[in-house]
Structure formats: C-alpha cells, structure tokens
C-alpha cells in the first residue's frame, strides 16, 4: 500500500511537472502571424460581437494573434494590428505560410482626372508615383506630361497623340516601356530600367527589394483583347486593346493578391486578385521598374 502511494505520488508530480512545462512552453511560444482576406475585418474592443468596432481591418493586413479562445460557437483572436490591440474572429483571417511575403510601399497617389485630367495620362502617372516614392523627382504631373518624348503612330518611339484627348481611330494611344525608361533615365534617374519580358517572380523580387515596377496591364483587369493596330511600320502588330497602366506597389503570398496604385481609381490603392493581375500582364509582359 505505501509503494503504490509513493509511486502515485511520484507520477503525480511528473505529470505536474509536464503540465507545468507545457504551460510554459505555449506562454514562450512565439505569437503567430495571420493575415486578412476581406476588407471589411472587424477589430472589437472585446471578445464580443456586440462590443465596439474600434477598427475595420484592410484586406492584406498582418495581425500577430497572442491569444485564442473560445466562447460559445465563436473562436476569438486577442491580435495586435497596426491600428493597434483588439480581438478578432478566427473566421476572418488565414495562417500567413511559412516564408510568407508581405510587401506594401507607401507610394504616393497621383489621379490622372484631377487636379490634371488627363484621360490617357494613365503611363506618366504611374512613372510619377513611383519616381515621387523614390525621392527622384518634384516635377507635377503636367510637367511629367509635357517632357515626354511623342511620336506620330509607333508606341515604341514615344506617347502617340496627347493625354489629354482621344487621338483619331486607329491610333494606338499609348508609350511603350523602353521609350518611357529611357525618357525617366535620361531626365530623373538612371536607375530606371525597362524590364518587359520579366516573370511574375522576377516582378516579385522587385518588389521585395523596395522598387515599384510600372505594370501594362487592362483597365479593371479584364481579361485581354488583342487586337491588329497599325504602328506606321510595314504589316500590323498585335496589342492590348483594352490596355492599362498602374503602379504595383505591394505582394502578399498568403492570400495570393497584389496592391495596385491605380490613377484612374478613386480608391488611389487597392488589392487585387492574383489570377487577374497575371493573366493580363502575361500578356505581354510589359514592365518598367524604378530602382
């Protein structure tokens, strides 16, 4: 009767010694990132759906969960956010994988309508947002605009017809990338490089390494339409008929999205889905980036 009592005890104070130390471990684990998938993430004053919204979260947003805990149906995150400490439901944010990229530069925003409207002013804006972020410049958009190199039908030699009107039909309205580099090179910084042809990845590593890189794209990433266009050369060439330009400026990999700085948009910045930005840069992969 006593060895059982004593081998009893001595479990006893084996499995609390266990328990003891993982307790200990999960207060010294590290606290674990989670990021947004919506826009609309409620940060509450307590773990209480009926408590004050103290902030509503950004899609894309890095929040460090220090504690989880459930009550009733709901399983609640104690977070720290950049808009400070809150709690939040489980059901509104995903694991950031491992390696996770989370990049966003705070870019400046230009809108190619105002103060300037320009409608086809969409290539300077961008090339200014990112110059503008790398403290390159403090040219105004129009300045930008009236600097730019221009050319009678080819895209390939300079902005074909005016960003302030539509050029008569058949005109390809646009400046291709290596014009456009080489304009930003000569006038603003040699650090500007044309890099059409680049993958996503390579698009990617750009941005991590700080640089907003200058995206042909389609107006509200719609998929592509190419079309014939005649750029004064022998024969026709294809192009985007439906072409846009932005700026990207930010990459996460755990939702599979991209934030765009986009001058036609009264939001300024916004996140868009990665499928659809790929699929209409693919198609011709045209980029300039601003180192």
Known sequence: MKKSVKVGLVLGIAAGATALAVNQAKKNASPEPFVTFTDDTKLYALMDTNASVTHILPIATVVTVIAKKHIDKNVWFEVETPFGHGFILDESVLPQIADAKHIELDVPVINQ???????????????????????YTEDDF????????????????????????????????????????????????????????????????????????????????????????????????????????????????????????????????????GYALEKAYNAKKQAVVVR
């Open 113 to 135: 309508y105002a103060p300037v409207n320009a409608p086809f002013g969409c290539e300077g804006a961008a090339l200014l947002m990112a110059l503008q972020y790398k403290q």
């Open 142 to 273: 129009k300045t930008l605009l009236a600097n730019m190199p221009t050319a009678e039908r080819n895209p390939n030699e300079g902005f074909v017809g005016s960003p302030y009107e539509a050029s008569p039909a058949g005109y390809y309205q646009t400046i291709y990338p290596a014009p456009l580099a080489a304009y930003a090179k000569e006038r603003y910084a040699q650090t500007v490089e044309d890099i059409s042809g680049s993958d996503i990845q390579e698009i990617q590593h750009e941005l991590a390494l700080g640089n907003p890189v200058i995206l042909y794209v389609t107006k509200d990433f719609a998929a592509p339409v190419i079309g014939e266009w005649d750029f004064g050369t022998p024969g026709s060439e294809e192009a985007v008929d439906n072409l846009h330009i932005v700026l990207l400026t930010g990459y996460d990999s755990t939702i599979g999205e991209y934030k765009v700085a986009d001058p036609s948009s009264e939001q300024g910045t916004y996140w868009i889905n």
